[in-house]
């Protein structure tokens, strides 16, 4: 069986390399093959998260697809196919004396492929499988499919979902309906007003209410849209727009460009798992995510995601390499309360003068709240100077550097991994965002458990691949927000957090 033939090519060449690799190596390289094999879909998780630098695993799904005698298809962001190609490949290929060698037969091709009917690897970026999902239904019928990086899947999806109206489109519109270019353009400007009304927030987004859906309503039926006219394709009208915009179960919000005085238009489906369904019943897969779910059957995940019944394995991060040292002061106010935000300055000033000399490396402090963030850069700025930088790729060897959570987890695998990682509040997706009300409102009509389906594992996934660098380096975890310790959900953002080992005090000796 090919499981066998893998799991002893894959023994022979670690242990020829002479050097520490990913203990669960042997473990996951059988289960791609069997699933492989079978044709029967699975769901891992690495527990190495997009964040690591190290994503050792990438072996244990690559050597099983190159010894599958049939066709594949490996869907990665392009930076992950390189790495793939101008390094893992070219390694395996230089050691073939010590696997097996049908490898060297393998054809590997780029999407889109030079010969469709050719019997290799096909390698697809997320955005081109999902345009061959829905636009070409035959193009992966029953092909193995192996989705790397499945943390970021959701965002994919929905980015490909999400229908447009951008200001240009207005114009385009006028062209094609010149008889009703007065309408058009009164629609343009009562939405106009009507949006800019509303208060200024940091997301620079809002949720289309309901009398300004009427301004578009009315536009749609004297205009008669969408259409199936051919012409109007023709000329770009975004037909896919107007056509999801009068569908049931979407989320419709608008971007605002104040400076420009222009808006756009947006529209996504709430549940992602109805748009799915047919996807995952059209080929076996196997989704590698480092941190899907907290759960090692992951039911959340497949319910969100319209997966049904599959192989789920979960394997967890290693003690010995990749336990941190996790600081839970007790004490510091509630993030809600009025109080916490001159104590947790305070606190961070303490940390800061405790560690930022004894430290050999980087000091990371994440923010989710965009003024706290800019004020707090401000107050250590003027006390530690230059070594203070706000969301750079560039900062200091033994800089601070202030950061929120999306640039974090956009770059920490361009920085070196930090040995003392402070995080402020829980990532918990804030209410004040007009798309997560949105999506609140959405379950609590469906009568649902918004925290616990939504907001939670939303923050519990975020808050594992921001401590991803800090694991390699087994460094310090600050975390200030006492309702880990206070309610009922922190036993959850425990075990998110684990293996770790609790400090009740910081000891710079762990820093150096």
Known sequence: MIEVEVHQSLLNFLQSQNQPYWPHNLTMARLVARALRLGRSALIQTASPPGSHNQQYQLSYLLPILMWPRKTILVAPQPVQEHLLTVEIPRLLANHSQISSSILNKAIQTYPPQDPDFNGLLLMTPEAWLVSQWQDEQFSQGIPTIIDWADDLEIWVQNYLTTRFLPTNWNQLMQVYPDQADLIRQTRINLTRSLFQHPANPYSCYLIEQHEQQILQNLIESLSLPSGNKELHSNHLNNDFWFQWQSNGQLRWAEIHRQRGSFSLYCTPYDLSEALQNIWTKQPVVIIGGALDLEAKADSYRQMMGLGDLTCVKFSPDRRNEMIQLYLPNGLPMPNTPQFQAALIAEIQTLLYTSSTAIDGLIVILIGDVPLKNQVGAI?????????????????ENGILITGWEFWQEHQRELKAPKLLIITTLPLPSLEHP??????????QRGLDWFRLYLLPKALQQLQRAIASVRESQGVVVLLDNRVIYRSYGKQVLAALSPFAKINYLDTTWLT
Not at 380 to 396: M, N
Not at 435 to 444: A, D, E, I, Q
């Open 380 to 396: 250590l700025a003027s006390e530690f100077g230059s070594q203070v930088q706000v969301e750079t790729v560039s900062p200091e």
């Open 435 to 444: 798309l997560v009300s949105g999506r609140v409102n959405f379950y609590k």
